[in-house]
């Protein structure tokens, strides 16, 4: 990554990608989350593209922009209007103490590792890649989508009023 084009990049993603990380933690607004929670997974995904990993930009963004943060979006949207605010909680200070304790740990790991670069970059092909995907991996895909959509027809059912269920039951 040499060169003015990369460096601003990767500074103007790193920009985008904080405030919008920073937006999800202060909405109050649920809705409001995960649309900023979107547009810090497309910042994530603009690293990897930075990195030359375009394969996994794209499995970013199809996956977590694609599937979690829409799943996000119907189960807010699902709920009651009453509850998708962000209210205050007892656990601020020890949420901010246990971030405050992951910061320092984030800081003596980077400071304590050894940077040291690759001699040679990686011989994996996507398609060797997509070959133990679809056959190594196969199991654990089909149970991750079984178990995304068994959670949509959960909270599907848990938002449903009394007088939906009695109009299933009479049907």
């Not at 937006?23 to 607004?29: A, H, I, P």
Request: no cysteine; hydrophobic share 60%; glycine share 6%.
């Amino acid at each position: 990554m040499e060169g003015f084009g990369p460096a601003f990049a990767f500074w103007m993603l790193s920009l985008i990608t904080l405030v919008a990380a920073g937006g999800v933690m202060v909405s109050r607004n649920l809705l409001h989350a995960v649309l900023f929670l979107i547009v810090t997974f497309v910042g994530v995904a603009g690293f990897f593209v930075l990195l030359s990993a375009e394969f996994l930009a794209m499995a970013q963004i199809i996956i977590y922009v694609g599937a979690i943060a829409v799943l996000v979006l119907f189960a807010i949207l699902l709920t009651p209007r009453a509850s998708r605010d962000n209210g205050e909680t007892k656990m601020a200070a020890p949420a901010a103490l246990l971030a405050a304790a992951l910061g320092a740990v984030t800081v003596f790991v980077i400071h304590d590792t050894n940077w040291d670069r690759a001699t040679e970059s990686p011989n994996l092909a996507v398609s060797a890649l997509g070959e133990a995907l679809l056959n190594t991996w196969v199991l654990p895909f089909e149970l991750a989508s079984v178990l995304l959509t068994a959670s949509l027809v959960g909270a599907i059912m848990l938002v449903r009023s009394p007088e939906e269920e009695a109009e299933d039951v009479l049907k």
